[in-house]
């Protein structure tokens, strides 16, 4: 373990989090606000922290993945605790604890939360609450990345953080459309803006977002072909569709017009998929078939290569077609078949790659579902936060649906949920590394 090049990329990760903290505190400043006085401290102490070990650069900066995975997992651990240390110095969120599940929220993109008045928080705590998923989508590593020239080390950084496949009112909420993260300025979310037309703006840019972006170099490239021959994208399109078309009918009866069914539908199914969090409406109150599909797309997920969280499409298609495979098999022996998508084959690595990925996702769902149970909340409830955090969504169903909160949970409960929050941004792997004790040998 190269631990002098650990230390000296965590002091870069805490100078770039102190530059940061100038933007919240520029705007407590223009709005006159007292609060912004803990931007500076914590500007200050990240700051300093940083200085001292940057001061001396490592001899060797030779980082194999064991440092990738450990300085990517342990750097969302610690920008987080740093982002959260405002919030509860100005007593806008009293609970430290409360404010690091905030701000691991925020981080990750989730978008799940614990205030039950979103509102009542200062401009500029609101101002870094929504900043905070820009950080997070934009990936904060990949910004110190993008300052620190590490050449063909930096590899085993970008796979650790990505080992899968109104100007005042909106651009805070299509920012977090573009990361998908759903945190919302107005305590009834994009509800409160009462506008089809800008609803349906960001339907459209958090499905768009939820798209592979090697997709949209193709399209920049003018191959078209190659764009639609994507099949994740196909896919994942096709899911949305049949999900909104399903919904829209079992909706029909709850809004004055079909037009309006489908608005909040394709609206819902948007968010969830694309595990943005946003809502228009209270779909908690849909009927049982409309909310188990929501609940579905909780765990499917957007395509790799997007912002969006879940299992991913992609690792869907490969199953899929690998079970295809072993049921052709079962009825030709002696046939001889390479699996392949998009007309390129798919090695067995890559397969049970995939099949250990699902298997080590719903153990950790099984573990998180057990230790929120203890809260002993309804099953609804505890199942739907489970997955609305480990999948990186925000709200769920129940006491933590559309307009609900996660205030309810025990501090054992939070503490598994902003786990699951990392696990779920990290796509499981990092964070588990942290628990091998082969991680920490020197040799």
Known sequence: MN???LRYLF????LIVA????????????????SGIYFLYTMIAAGLLGFLLTRFKPAKRDMYAREGFVFTALAWVVISLIGAAPFTL???????LDAVFETVSGFTTTGASILTDVEALDNGMLFWRSFTHWLGGMGILVFMLSLVNMGGQANHLLRAESPGPTVSK?????RKSAGTGGFGIKNSSMGYYNSYYLQGVVSVFMALFGVNFNVYFFLLMKKYAMAWR?????AYFAIIAGSTLIITLNILGMFPTAFDAFHHAFFAVSSVITTTGFSTTDFDLWPQLSRCILVLLMIVGACAGSTGGGVKVSRLVILCKALGSELRKLLH???VRVLTVDGKPVSRETVQGVQSYMTLYFLVTLVSVLLVAL??????????????????IGPGLGLVGPTGCFAAFSPLAKIVLTADMLFGRLELFPMLILLMPSTWRKY
């Open 3 to 5: 631990y002098p090049l």
């Open 11 to 14: 002091g870069m990760i805490l």
């Open 19 to 34: 530059a940061f903290l100038v933007l919240p505190l520029a705007v407590a400043v223009i709005y006159g606000e007292s």
């Open 90 to 96: 100005s007593g806008q969120i009293p609970s430290y």
């Open 170 to 174: 909106m651009v805070p909420n299509m």
């Open 230 to 234: 994507n099949t994740e994208v196909r």
């Open 333 to 335: 022996p002696r046939s």
């Open 375 to 392: 809260d002993n909340l309804d099953f609804v409830t505890t199942f739907t936060a489970v997955l609305a955090t480990l999948n990186n």
